[in-house]
C-alpha cells in the first residue's frame, strides 16, 4: 500500500510562498486572501495557517523571501567579476538590481504592491528600510575605494536613488518586457561621470 509522502517543512514552506506570489501577482496584495492561497497551494487554510500564522504574517515572509532574492543575485554578480576592482563591483550591483529575478513581470508587480504597503504595514515598512539599507551601504563601501567619504556618500546616495527610479519607471511604463539593457546603460553611464568628476577635482587641486 502506498503511502501519501509527507514533504519537508522548507519545502512546503515554499509551495505556499509561491502560491501567494501567484495570487497576489493574479489579483493584487489587498484582495488576497488566506484561502485563495491555500486553493492555489492546493492545500487546507489550517496547513497554511499553521506554517505563517495569518496573513499578515505569511505576506511578511514573502516579502523577506523576495529580499533573499535580491541578497543572494548580488552576492552572485558580485562573485563573477573577474578583476574584483570597485568600479566592476558597482556595476555588478547595478547588474543585480536589474537581473531577470528583479524584472520580469510578476516580480514588479509584486514588489509595487509591497512597496506601496509598506507605508501602512510596519513590518513591512522595515524590510523595506534594511533594503533600501542594504544598497546604500553596499554601493558606498566600493565607491569609498575610489572617491574621498563625502563624495562617496553622495555618490551612493544619487546611484541607489537611479536604480530605485529607473526600476519603477519601467515597472509602471506600458511594455511588457523590462528594457534591462538600457537602464543598465544609464546607471553605468552616472557611474563613469561621478569618477570622471573625481579625477578631474584631484587634477585641478594637483595644478593649483
Known amino acids: 500500500m502506498n503511502k501519501r509522502r509527507v514533504k519537508p517543512e522548507h519545502v512546503r514552506r515554499e509551495e505556499i510562498v509561491n502560491a501567494a506570489y501567484e495570487v497576489i ?8 486572501t488566506m484561502a485563495q492561497i491555500a486553493k492555489k497551494a492546493q492545500l487546507s487554510v489550517g496547513i497554511v495557517s499553521h506554517y505563517f500564522g495569518d496573513k499578515q504574517g505569511l505576506i511578511n515572509a514573502c516579502m523577506l523571501e523576495m529580499l533573499n532574492v535580491l541578497r543572494r543575485k548580488t552576492a552572485q554578480y558580485k562573485a563573477e567579476v573577474q578583476d574584483s576592482h570597485p568600479e566592476s563591483m558597482i556595476k555588478a550591483i547595478i ?20 512597496w506601496s504597503a509598506s507605508m501602512h504595514m510596519p513590518e513591512l515598512s522595515r524590510l523595506q528600510r534594511i533594503n533600501d539599507q542594504r544598497l546604500y551601504s553596499n554601493l558606498k563601501f566600493h565607491f569609498l575605494e575610489l572617491m574621498p567619504k563625502d563624495q562617496a ?56
Open 95 to 114: 547588474d543585480s538590481n536589474f537581473d531577470i529575478s528583479q524584472v520580469n513581470q510578476r516580480a514588479m508587480r509584486i514588489w509595487l504592491d509591497f
Open 25 to 32: 501577482f493574479e489579483v493584487g496584495l489587498s484582495n488576497t
Open 153 to 208: 556618500s553622495i555618490a551612493a546616495r544619487g546611484l541607489a536613488a537611479l536604480i530605485d527610479g529607473l526600476w519603477l519607471r519601467g515597472s509602471l511604463s506600458q511594455d511588457t518586457t523590462f528594457d534591462s539593457t538600457l537602464a543598465r546603460s544609464i546607471a553605468y553611464d552616472y557611474v563613469d561621470t561621478q569618477l570622471k568628476l573625481v579625477k578631474q577635482i584631484r587634477q585641478e587641486r594637483q595644478n593649483e
